[in-house]
T-cell receptor
Framework: GAVVSQHPSWVICKSGTSVKIECRSL??????MFWYRQFPKQSLMLMAT?????????EQGVEKDKFLINHASLTLSTLTVTSAHPEDSSFYIC???????????FGSGTRLTVV | SQQGEEDPQALSIQEGENATMNCSYK?????LQWYRQNSGRGLVHLIL?????REKHSGRLRVTLDTSKKSSSLLITASRAADTASYFC???????????FGKGTSLLVTP
């Protein structure tokens, strides 16, 4: 079946630094990717929707300059958390929508800890 | 935006018992899906039920959908300790749109 590879699985960074998270669709083309954030014991909150070759659409309350999303190819989307702060510590998960399919495939998530 | 509400928020049962989780949503949907998430891991798709379907089975899973009440239930029969996880319902209003997740039910199955 479809697989989305998400890296890194966990990362610890210092306040003020930037962290890049990658999601790659393996063996299928993902025209749309979604980025979610999940705080402990809470549900997944949609951050943004990214379409290949165009600017991402951010949900209300999500700062586009802080969470940079790039979807330059049909198999790769990246989320960069810029100038990270401890409150950005969370679990970030991507989801890829396969072309001409109703199938959503999720990455394994990235645990970000900002110290 | 978050629109699903699951209940119970937490459920603790013994192996062999059945586990029932409910989900309610607010807007019209294209389909409803159930996912499972082990602690600190990604999501695993369990089952999808379309808006014109009322019931669906997959192995030990049984899902119902009542669009008039905007609710769904997930039944796991003959539960196992390995079923311990969080379960989320997710909906979208149209094909290709982002999934909106419910708050989830944390299931604990004790041996």
């Amino acid at each position: 079946g479809a697989v989305v590879s998400q890296h890194p699985s966990w990362v610890i960074c210092k306040s003020g630094t930037s962290v890049k998270i990658e999601c790659r669709s393996l063996d299928f083309q993902a025209t749309t990717m979604f980025w979610y954030r999940q705080f402990p014991k809470q549900s997944l909150m949609l951050m943004a929707t990214s379409n290949e070759g165009s600017k991402a659409t951010y949900e209300q309350g999500v700062e586009k300059d802080k969470f940079l999303i790039n979807h330059a190819s049909l198999t790769l989307s990246t989320l960069t958390v810029t100038s990270a702060h401890p409150e950005d510590s969370s679990f970030y998960i991507c989801s890829a929508l396969e072309w001409d399919s109703n199938g959503y495939t999720f990455g394994s998530g990235t645990r970000l800890t900002v110290v | 935006s978050q629109q699903g509400e699951e209940d119970p928020q937490a459920l603790s049962i013994q192996e062999g018992e059945n586990a029932t989780m409910n989900c309610s949503y607010k807007t019209s949907i294209n389909n409803l899906q159930w996912y499972r998430q082990n602690s600190g891991r990604g999501l695993v798709h369990l089952i999808l039920i379309r808006s014109n379907e009322r019931e669906k089975h997959s192995g030990r899973l049984r899902v119902t959908l009542d669009t008039s009440k905007k609710s769904s239930s997930l039944l796991i029969t003959a539960s196992r300790a390995a079923d311990t996880a969080s379960y989320f319902c997710a909906t979208n209003s149209n094909s290709g749109y982002a999934l909106n997740f419910g708050k989830g039910t944390s299931l604990l199955v004790t041996p």
